[in-house]
């Protein structure tokens, strides 16, 4: 019994201790279906990545039409479509 318990132990802390690459991050973020946030938003919810980390995966991923930017700098505000 204490080895499935080590088991299930070791198999949860690998799964939240992974690192999310730019795409798993943006297809998390999508599916909050929050309609409008920002840069700081975004970092809010992945608090290890870096600010320049976060402003390439919201540029990416109006890149590839998941949200639409509206504004400059730090004005910005992403709107998903």
Same mark, same amino acid.
């Given at each position: 019994?204490? *080895?499935?318990?080590? $088991?299930?132990? #070791?198999?949860? +802390?690998?799964?939240?201790?992974?690192?999310?690459? %730019? /795409?798993?991050? +943006? %297809? !998390? !973020?999508?599916?909050?279906?929050?309609? %409008?946030?920002?840069?700081?938003? !975004?970092?809010?919810?992945?608090?290890?990545?870096? #600010?320049?980390?976060? #402003?390439?995966?919201? /540029? /990416?991923?109006?890149?590839?039409?998941?949200? %639409?930017?509206?504004?400059?700098? *730090?004005?910005? $505000?992403?709107?998903?479509?």
């Amino acid at each position: 019994m204490l *080895n499935v318990i080590d $088991i299930s132990i #070791s198999e949860l +802390l690998d799964f939240n201790n992974r690192t999310l690459n %730019e /795409k798993d991050r +943006l %297809e !998390y !973020y999508v599916s909050l279906n929050k309609t %409008e946030f920002t840069r700081k938003d !975004y970092m809010g919810i992945f608090k290890d990545i870096s #600010s320049a980390t976060a #402003s390439r995966d919201l /540029k /990416k991923g109006a890149e590839l039409d998941l949200f %639409e930017k509206i504004g400059e700098k *730090n004005k910005t $505000i992403y709107r998903l479509k």
